[in-house]
């Protein structure tokens, strides 16, 4: 996946978690995904030095981004990170990090410096609030602070589309070959049949079906609208710009448009 788009790619659903058998007084839901520093067993790594982390991403909701330690066990020190529709380079200071307020006083840290003296991983974590919840987060980079770079761009690309496997349990998935890309459910055969088209402030939907569910985003990744719709829909009262489209009907798109 990075060598073909420059980034990783995490697509999740988090459901209701009251839904699924879970029984905890305060129930909750979330998705991390993160980098090793260290092998298991190993202690954990000083990487104090470094200052900090910086990270390109881009995600749906708002990004715990924490530092793993043996220490503070399940509530290590984290940054907050916005939802960014586009590619956003942050960089967060060690003194920017903390830790849960609900944290046990064995897994309590004096300061996150303490964590970042004994780092085990770097996790990205998506937390649902207990809620259902729809989204991607893409990692372009991660690492000490100052030396992520920026400028990245995301590329038309699904999951699936002309994947074929390098027989040791590993996808190869080229990047989709323009918009409105899929992968129809049955196979890896690619279809270019859905489509999304402007003009000024009516936006047709082909191939989605009857009764799409959309969302649109301004660049800053407030809903700006949303509902559903049968082959178009009028954004008359919304202001010109660009904006993120995501549908959803017999498949998953989403394109940004600009509307006039």
Not at 27 to 35: D, H, L, S
Not at 119 to 127: H, L, T
Not at 193 to 207: E, P, Q, Y
């Amino acid at each position: 996946m990075i060598d073909s788009l420059g980034y990783l790619a995490v697509k999740y659903r988090l459901e209701d978690p009251t839904t699924t058998g879970q029984t905890e007084e305060y129930p909750y839901n979330f998705v991390k995904f993160g980098f090793n520093i260290v092998q298991m067993g190993d202690p954990g790594l000083d990487i104090s030095s470094i200052g900090g982390l910086c990270a390109t991403y881009t995600s749906d909701m708002e990004v715990w981004l924490e530092v793993i330690t043996d220490k503070t066990g399940n509530t290590p020190c984290f940054a907050k990170l916005p939802k960014a529709v586009e590619p956003t380079t942050v960089d967060k200071a060690i003194e920017d990090f903390a830790q849960p307020t609900w944290a046990a006083d064995s897994n309590k840290v004096a300061s996150c410096m303490e964590a970042f003296k004994a780092a085990r991983s770097v996790m990205f974590k998506i937390d649902g609030g207990a809620s259902v919840a729809d989204g991607e987060l893409r990692i372009f980079e991660v690492g000490p602070k100052g030396t992520c770079k920026g400028g990245k761009t995301v590329k038309d690309y699904w999951p699936g589309s002309g994947c074929k496997s390098d027989g040791d349990g590993h996808a190869q998935c080229p990047p989709c070959g323009g918009p409105g890309c899929f992968t129809k459910l049955s196979g890896l055969k690619t279809v270019s049949s859905a489509s999304i088209s402007v003009l000024g402030r009516l936006v047709t939907l082909n191939g989605l079906g009857q009764n799409v569910q959309y969302k649109l985003f301004d660049m800053q990744g407030n809903v700006v609208r949303s509902g559903y719709a049968a082959g178009n829909i009028d954004f008359g009262g919304v202001k010109s710009g660009s904006y993120l489209l995501k549908v959803k009907g017999n498949l998953e798109l989403t394109e940004k448009i600009v509307l006039k």
